[in-house]
């Protein structure tokens, strides 16, 4: 039996923290929102605590790095400059959103250290950038047909604004295509080649000899 790689605290800190996010955000935002692929991956990352699942991990990961990432430096940039590079966290600093759901939030940028931390611990699994486009390929036509007015995942346009240059349809299939090839399969090469040195640096101080 492989020992337990993930700490017992953290298992039962996220899903107790979950318990919490879930009924604030539907309250909050409505069930469409869970759709989000941030949303949908605090679920996931739950279960890939338990299960300890490298596939869980690297799946998430190549969605939600580059991303949750982007997201950090925006809300990191507001605080300290007052400036939104990005325009993805004005709502951490709107006084109408109470300030329980805007440290709910936080968990935008805990996401990619514990993705990281996780991988480091449990190894990569090149299937991950796969499963990640296959959700895309599911959940972004059902955003674009259900609830379109709240744009989840951009999936009427980016920036939750419906874009009008060219025909829905030709966006949603264009999104498909485009955000796996020019996201999760860049971030699938680099975690790769990461986890090899990784996994290379750890072996060799592995086989040092112990004083």
Sequence with gaps: MNPVR?????????TAWLLTWIPVYWKQYGVQNFLYFCDLGN??????????????????????????????????????????????????????????????????????????????????????????????WVVVPINFFWRPQYDVNWARGPFFREQHLVPGFLYLAAYLIIVPVAVYWPTHLLLWQLSKKYSSRKAEIDRLPSE
Excluded: N
């Design 6 to 14: 993930l700490p017992l605290w953290l298992k039962v800190g996220w």
């Design 43 to 136: 679920l996931l990352i739950a279960a890939g605590l338990w299960i300890e699942s490298s596939l869980i991990f690297s799946w998430q990961a190549c969605g939600l790095l580059l991303f949750q990432t982007l997201y950090t430096v925006d809300l990191f940039s507001a605080a300290f400059t007052g400036t939104h590079v990005l325009g993805a966290t004005e709502f951490m600093f709107d006084p109408r959103v109470s300030l329980f759901v805007r440290l709910l939030s936080l968990f935008h940028v805990v996401t990619p250290p514990l993705l990281l931390w996780a991988i480091c611990r449990l190894g990569y699994d090149s299937r991950g950038w796969k499963f990640q486009t296959l959700t895309t």
